[in-house]
């Protein structure tokens, strides 16, 4: 049941499962079988979208006859004809860009890959942040002034962003953005290497032909599946939430399956006074495709009321664990040698906890990346990262595990997972299960209270603020 070093090895041969490719639906019908083969009645809800993808041989860019190195395509920006577009370059600076400028033009932006302050995205719950600051090209693709609806509109042929601080090996292959809706304007992304040619070549308005000819695929699908084990306790009818998804370009995005499934054989195993309902989620990598507020939880949330609200005339959920990014290994570097690779220590945890209850729960049952020490996180106003955050907006308390390596969404083959550390985070995850799942009153797990709009205004201009000095 716990081979976790095969089930990681299927991953890699999975390849990247972006939603709703061949890989991603085969991963969610193992997990189905999975689920069956432990008794659980499995549950599905289907999500139709159109399908965006570009592998690597269908984006280009030649200026004046040179082949440029691209790093990725930008996700569900746009495409291009078979043989692209062709205009002069333009280099537009600045967060808030002059788009109009670039019209009948393709622009050249650029992107930093920036080391955020922790204190500015977190709060603590009295202890230290397990890292200082964050440093993730995700949160370099979402503060670039990226409007590509913008530029669209302002009749941009198209766009090349260019990775700053950010090793070109790190930003091969990226996935990213990955929360926004079809931009229908083709983008692509170019390594830190490329960066001068391209910013000369940029402001002196030479000629460059851009390929991306991406496919689009209408009536596309992706299941989120949903299995109950029913609590055999005098509190059966409150229930605890375990949640991941499914959807990821690695073995680390996104394993939090593996323990899913052992958390189900537990339950199924041993009997638990409170109902436990595991999901599955699909589209956290095409959020768009779900739901249009939150993350992709929020649309199996929304849809199934009676198995968690207060309200819904069923199930009330009373606690949560959403499990994401398991037994990352940390990658850096190597200031001899500027190889980019495996620095032989592990990503530190983002274990976010959203009472000062659980906060506590999780110091006392904890033994993660580092063993018997967990660190708990208090959501920050201006986001929770990952498929906690709608446990988050419904008030409902829950721990979530979520890293953050710098490869996170890079869609790569890379042995990337710290089997022991991913065993280590399971069996403090199936701790948490069965305290919350037992006899204490739900009054032990304390109450969420979401930062108000005036806290987020001014966490948001803080970060604004830093970000437009780095």
Do not use: C
Not at 33 to 59: K, Y
Not at 77 to 104: C, D, E, F, H, Y
Not at 196 to 221: H, I, K
């Amino acid at each position: 049941m716990n081979d976790y070093a095969a089930k990681i090895r299927r991953l890699q041969e999975l390849g990247p499962r972006s939603s709703g490719n061949d890989a991603h639906r085969a991963l969610i019908e193992e997990v189905a079988l999975d689920l069956t083969d432990l008794g659980l009645d499995v549950n599905r809800d289907s999500h139709s979208f159109e399908r965006w993808d570009a592998t690597p041989d269908q984006i280009g860019l030649t200026v004046k006859g040179r082949s440029i190195v691209l790093s990725s395509a930008w996700s569900y920006s746009g495409k291009t004809p078979a043989a692209g577009v062709t205009g002069p370059l333009i280099m537009l600076r600045g967060r808030l860009k002059n788009w109009k400028s670039a019209s009948g033009k393709i622009a050249v932006i650029e992107a930093r890959n920036i080391d955020v302050p922790a204190h500015l995205l977190f709060d603590t719950w009295g202890g230290e942040l397990p890292f200082h600051t964050l440093s993730n090209p995700v949160v370099g693709s979402e503060l670039a002034g990226t409007d590509l609806a913008r530029a669209r509109k302002a009749g941009v042929l198209g766009v090349v962003a260019i990775w700053r601080d950010l090793p070109d090996s790190a930003a091969h292959a990226q996935y990213l953005p990955f929360t926004r809706d079809y931009q229908g304007i083709p983008a692509v992304w170019a390594p830190e290497s490329e960066a001068d040619a391209l910013v000369r070549a940029a402001e002196a308005g030479e000629e460059a032909t851009l390929t991306l000819a991406a496919d689009r695929t209408p009536g596309a699908s992706m299941d989120t599946l949903w299995a109950v084990s029913p609590g055999t306790g005098p509190q059966a009818k409150e229930a605890v939430l375990v949640v991941t998804h499914s959807d990821g370009g690695n073995a680390v995005e996104e394993n939090g399956h593996l323990a899913l499934l052992a958390l189900a054989h537990e339950a199924v195993t041993v009997p638990h006074n409170r109902t436990i309902v595991f999901v599955y989620t699909a589209g956290h990598l095409r959020i768009p495709a779900v739901t249009k507020h939150g993350q992709a939880t929020t649309a199996w949330l929304d849809k199934h009321p009676e198995l968690w609200s207060p309200t819904g005339g069923g199930l009330h959920a009373v606690a949560g664990l959403a499990i994401e990014h398991l037994g990352a290994k940390h990658y850096s570097v190597d200031s001899t040698s500027g190889h980019y690779g495996p620095s032989g220590t592990l990503e530190p945890e983002l274990l976010y906890a959203t009472t000062a209850e659980l906060a506590e729960l999780v110091r006392s049952t904890w033994s993660g990346v580092e063993v018997g020490k967990g660190h708990p996180v208090k959501p920050g106003p201006i986001v929770q990262f990952g498929e906690g955050e709608p446990l988050l907006q419904h008030h409902i308390p829950a721990v979530s595990l979520i890293t953050m390596p710098q490869y996170l969404l890079a869609e790569t083959n890379d042995d990337v997972v710290d089997i022991d550390a991913l065993s280590r985070q399971v069996d403090s995850f199936r701790k948490l299960q069965t305290h919350l799942a037992g006899s204490v009153d739900s009054s032990a797990f304390g109450k969420v209270t979401v930062p108000g709009k005036v806290k987020k205004l001014f966490a948001a201009i803080r970060a604004f603020r830093y970000a437009s000095s780095h």
